[in-house]
């Protein structure tokens, strides 16, 4: 290993066990001590490559939007090019394994919530917002009419946070099929509407 490498794999170490000491006692739990311990680091390390709380936190939710942004892209990549496909695909993309599973959704939770608090956590909040809104416009635009697309765009999204909200609260195991099946027939009707342009 190149000499480096040894900082970029000690902020994910750090940024890792941040992830999953919030996965096991809440945004409001974590301190540098705790992701110290859980990386097998000195809180010194942890203060040098993010400064204090706030940016080992910051550096956390950046880290799982990229994952979820990876999610959906790879998701989109395995697609066909047609509108629906594209659709499908960044619905899926949103209910990847990778951002159901307990830990994940423990962790999006407490972010979600933080970011009304905290204005580095809501601009990166209001960016993923943003990025979905985005993507589900354009595909819809390929088919609708301007007005139209960023209603069922506006639409989807709300549905997509909706579903994974109601599914992360509901305290059992997420089911990704029917929430993917509720989303997909919402873009089935939407096509089908007589609003095309």
Not at 10 to 25: C, H, P, S, T, Y
Not at 125 to 131: P, S, Y
Not at 180 to 188: F, K, N, P, T
Request: proline share 2%; with cysteine.
């Amino acid at each position: 290993m190149r000499r480096k490498d040894i900082p970029e794999q000690r902020k994910e170490q750090l940024i890792n066990a941040a992830f999953e000491a919030i996965g096991d006692v809440g945004l409001s739990g974590v301190t540098i001590a705790l992701v110290a311990a859980q990386a097998g680091l000195s809180t010194g390390i942890v203060s040098h490559y993010f400064g204090d709380k706030e940016g080992l936190l910051s550096a956390t939710m950046r880290k799982i939007l990229r994952d979820l942004r990876d999610a959906v892209a790879r998701c989109r990549d395995q697609a066909e090019s047609d509108v629906r496909s594209q659709l499908f695909a960044i619905i899926e993309g949103n209910f990847h394994p990778s951002q159901t599973n307990a830990r994940s959704m423990r962790t999006w939770l407490d972010f979600w919530a933080a970011s009304m608090h905290q204005a580095e956590l809501r601009r990166l909040q209001h960016a993923n917002d943003r990025r979905l809104y985005t993507h589900l416009c354009y595909q819809f635009r390929r088919t609708l009419t301007k007005e139209a697309a960023r209603d069922a765009a506006r639409g989807l999204a709300a549905m997509i946070d909706g579903l994974w909200l109601r599914g992360s609260l509901s305290g059992g195991d997420f089911n990704r099929q029917q929430a993917c099946q509720l989303a997909c027939d919402y873009v089935e009707k939407v096509l089908a509407a007589p609003h095309i342009g």
